[in-house]
């Protein structure tokens, strides 16, 4: 589902109200039945989140920050664990550079340590805001394949100002502008309207 608008328009405000990170003023948001208000323990436990500015520990390699987010992801046995690193960097093609220390990490390649910490868990919905601001035009199809990739499993919710940035992939969209959504529908309806 891509949630698309201009800069200011809310898109961040509403990701962070889906994620239980901010309380709404006024209506309800449910998550696969579960509210966002009462019930956000069991909504964290669904959701994988990529905020807008994603800063992973510099100093750590890749599969350590995987790891500790896994922990808190409540991933105790240490096999499991591993073995849900491991899954998580490939889905993202991080595993050639698991052991490199983030600092160490293009821009494109620390977006995809984000994703990789949004599904270390398994989560059947992914809540992407502003994935591609500041990448380079190749790092963002790359970005845009692995989303793809990604949405053959889970339901994948990205919030962005740049129409190209949904892809092919997108099925679902809303226009929001103001904090309203101005349009609801297909990307082709979109385009025809």
């Known amino acids: 589902f891509g949630l698309l608008g201009p800069n200011g328009a809310g898109k961040s405000t509403l990701m962070r109200i889906v994620c239980t990170l901010l309380v709404p003023t006024a209506g309800t948001v449910t998550v696969l039945g579960h509210d966002t208000v009462r019930e956000r323990s069991a909504v964290r436990e669904r959701l994988g989140y990529l905020p807008q500015e994603f800063s992973a520990w510099r100093l750590q390699r890749c599969d350590e920050v ?14 499991q664990r591993a073995k849900r690193v491991a899954e998580a960097l490939e ?35 992914i809540i992407v805001d502003e994935p591609t601001v500041g990448l380079d035009p190749e790092e963002r199809l790359r970005f845009r394949n692995v989303m ?46």
């Open 66 to 79: 995987i790891d500790t987010m896994a922990r808190l992801a409540g991933i105790r046995d240490k096999t």
């Open 91 to 125: 889905a993202v093609g991080l595993t050639a550079v698991a052991d490199r220390k983030v600092k160490a990490l293009s821009g494109g390649m620390v977006r995809r340590l984000g994703v990789a910490q949004a599904l270390v868990h398994d989560p059947p919905v």
């Open 148 to 193: 793809a990739q990604l949405a053959q499993s889970r339901v994948i919710v990205l919030s962005t100002h740049i129409v190209a940035d949904l892809g092919g992939t997108c099925s679902d969209l809303a226009l929001i502008d103001g904090g309203k959504v101005v349009f609801r529908g297909s990307p082709a309806q979109l385009l025809r309207n």
